[in-house]
């Protein structure tokens, strides 16, 4: 009886009952969220190295009626677990096609091109390509302008699936980068079969440019891996003026950080553009 009230005892770790209640009660909170239309989309601008603008990426936010803007970090993880990022996801992949549609009208925004961010459950359902094109159509978002990016985790999961739904898209123009790229298990044997247009550098290695790690022999390394694969590199999370001459230096092609802009809701992004045209 002893041992059992002790196993007993170490399983009501107050600490992970805390944890779960309070996921239990995030779920709720997210899927009364969803229904209530609390989601917004900001936009980061994405550039090349020679200034120009060349799109941004679609960064999700959650505007709690208490809590204010809540940071995707805190509540993905959850909505991935639950399954209710599917849902999620395509409100985002539409909110941002229309947002696309509408830059495609605009005189200074027509060329640019959205990013947006998948999750592998939202890749992985049967209906995937079938979805997009759905969007694609019923936005009237011009295809060849809307970039999905992928995680290394997500093509991993079943390459032949992947290869097969990416070649669908990208017939109807829809280009994909590899997100978070070196900070997952890349393979050699798999990148080079897969129709990706660019390669985007983890943060976490911008910020090791200057410091003691080897963040800057892996910019070198995923830039000649670019370089030699014909994709684009971009650098995420470029927030100094020295990281952005190290990246320019070693061939890097496009940037996003917050040296040039942090995301922006779209009036935001907007007026952005609006003055870099007129000054
Ligand atoms: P990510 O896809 O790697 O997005 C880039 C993140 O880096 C964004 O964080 C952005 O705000 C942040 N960032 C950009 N430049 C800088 C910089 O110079 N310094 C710093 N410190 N941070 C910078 P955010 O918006 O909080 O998003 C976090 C993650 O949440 C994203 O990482 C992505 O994995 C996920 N996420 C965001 N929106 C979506 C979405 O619509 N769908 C899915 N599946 N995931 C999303
Ligand atoms: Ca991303
Ligand atoms: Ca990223
Ligand atoms: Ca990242």
């Known amino acids: 009886a002893k041992a059992a009230g002790r196993n007993t005892i170490a399983c009501f770790d107050p600490e992970m009952q805390l944890r779960v209640a309070a996921s239990v009660a995030l ?3 997210l899927r009364r969220a969803l229904a209530q239309e609390e989601f917004v989309l900001h936009y ?11 799109g941004a990426e679609a960064l999700l936010r ?3 009626p208490q809590r204010g803007l809540v940071s995707p970090a805190e509540f993905i993880p959850v909505a991935e677990d639950t399954g209710l990022i599917v849902p999620l996801g395509q409100w985002v992949l ?7 549609a509408q830059w ?7 060329a640019l091109e959205m990013a947006v961010n998948v999750s592998a459950h939202q890749f992985h359902r049967p209906d995937f390509v079938g979805q997009v094109l759905a969007v694609l159509a019923e936005t009237g978002a011009p295809a060849g302008r809307l970039k999905l990016e992928l995680t290394e985790s997500l093509l991993l999961k079943d390459v032949a699936g992947t ?6 898209l990208r017939e109807v123009g829809v280009g994909f980068a590899l997100d978070d790229f070196g900070t997952g298990y890349s393979s050699l044997s798999y990148l080079h079969r897969l129709p990706l247009d660019q390669l985007k550098i983890d943060r976490s290695f911008i910020q090791e440019i200057s410091g003691e790690g080897h963040g800057a022999a892996i910019v070198r390394i995923i830039v000649a ?12 999370g470029v927030e100094t003026a020295a990281q952005f001459d190290f990246i320019v230096a070693e061939g890097c092609q496009a940037y996003q950080g917050y040296l040039y802009s942090r995301p922006l809701p779209a009036e935001r992004l907007a007026e952005f553009i609006a003055a870099r045209a007129g000054g």
Do not use: I
């Not at 495609?104 to 027509?110: H, I, L, N, R």
């Not at 290869?163 to 669908?168: A, D, I, R, S, T």
């Open 27 to 29: 779920e709720a909170d």
């Open 44 to 54: 980061q601008p994405q550039v090349g190295v020679d200034g120009r603008l060349a």
């Open 62 to 64: 959650w505007n709690h």
């Open 94 to 100: 539409r909110s941002a096609c229309r947002q696309l």
């Open 104 to 110: 495609a009208g605009g005189a200074a925004t027509a």
């Open 163 to 168: 290869v097969e739904k990416m070649f669908l």
């Open 225 to 236: 891996l670019g370089q030699a694969l014909d994709m684009t590199v971009l650098a995420e």
